[in-house]
């Protein structure tokens, strides 16, 4: 049995590095979108702060402003890449025993570029290149842990704190841009086009529906394609085989988080695009949100929290 604050540590790593590659992303989104010098530029970029619960009307100085804040600014209330990459290199360090030099060097590397008296003036040099290489780095690190960490409890809770923290951003992602107001106005290329660069899906989904840019097919990619790393079905398919593992021998009760887990993957797998359209897309991506958050507390709960009786011999 692994020690509580180890599993607690690795969880929240795979959780840090997995929000710190989506704020690149929008970030990344947002600063291309004010190069188009339309209404249709403003919308995307517009929704790409919306995305990160910034809902400021937006021109390009305010874009350019809002991105800087949510790659640097370290005091963000909703955090930001650096914040982000700072809580993951120190709940890794607090580990480091558990996890391989490779995988180590390569998250310390990162956080000590993004935290260099350089970076900011490296970001309003280039900040495209600058957001490119956060995200490549973060790739490198989540194949290094792959490749190098034996896939035993350790690895299993980092990468189901992955699959968790993207359920929920992608789900938030969705749930802004296609309920309410933002999903009225989404006909437009642009919007579309950046609505699958925030979710890293452009090139996964044209492969899938061609170059038909739907809003109905974005969605429906986004959420219930199985075999597309990013979508929030198979995320959920992730933590539920993970979350099963390592609960293997213990009786698993009524808010056990593996339980948790498959009933929020069995609702993915048993409901399509038609039922969303019939109720509305803010309610399957609420529940998601709130089974996401349930299986959070759950875990805390279960493998963090848990009173000591219950894991010594009786």
């Keep these: 049995m692994m020690l509580a604050r180890v599993a607690d540590s690795l969880y929240w790593v795979g959780r840090y590095v997995e929000r710190a590659e ?6 990344s989104v947002m600063l291309n979108a004010t190069l188009d010098r339309t209404d249709a530029g403003a919308q995307a970029a517009q929704l790409a702060r919306a995305a990160v619960g910034d809902h400021e009307p937006s021109d390009d100085n305010n874009a350019l402003d809002a991105a800087r804040g949510l790659v640097l600014d370290r005091e963000r209330p909703g955090g930001s890449v650096v914040d982000s990459l700072s809580r993951a290199r120190e709940n890794a360090r607090q580990v480091r025993d558990q996890i391989t030099t490779e995988t180590w060097e390569r998250l310390n590397l990162l956080y000590l570029r993004a935290t260099d008296a350089r970076a900011e003036r490296d ?3 280039n900040a495209p290149d600058f957001l490119a290489e956060i995200v490549a780095d973060l790739h490198l690190f989540k194949g290094a842990a792959d490749a190098t960490m034996s896939h035993g409890e350790g690895w299993r809770f ?6 968790l923290e993207r359920a929920m951003l992608i789900g938030r992602l969705l749930r802004v841009c296609f309920s309410g107001v933002q999903g009225q106005v989404l006909d437009d290329h642009l919007s579309l086009v950046s609505i699958l660069r ?13 170059a ?8 429906e990619f986004l959420l219930f ?11 959920t398919e992730r933590i539920e085989e993970h979350l ?47 089974e996401c958050a349930a299986i959070h507390k759950a875990m805390f709960e279960t493998f963090v929290a848990y009173p000591l009786e219950m894991r010594l011999p009786a």
Excluded: Q, W
Aim: include cysteine; aromatic fraction near 8%.
């Design 158 to 163: 980092m990468v189901t704190g992955v699959h």
């Design 22 to 27: 989506h704020l690149s992303r929008l970030a």
């Design 244 to 290: 099963n593992r390592l609960s293997k021998g213990r009786e698993i009760g009524r808010g056990d988080p593996a339980r948790l887990a498959g009933r929020l993957n069995a609702r993915l797998t048993y409901t399509d695009v038609e039922d969303v359209e019939s109720t509305g897309a803010s309610a399957i991506l609420t529940f998601v949100e709130a």
């Design 123 to 125: 970001f309003e040099a």
């Design 212 to 219: 038909d840019l739907n809003a109905r097919y974005i969605l």
């Design 225 to 235: 394609d199985e075999d597309f790393p990013r979508s929030i079905r198979y995320s």
């Design 198 to 210: 925030m979710a890293c899906a452009l090139e996964p989904y044209l492969r899938a529906y061609t």
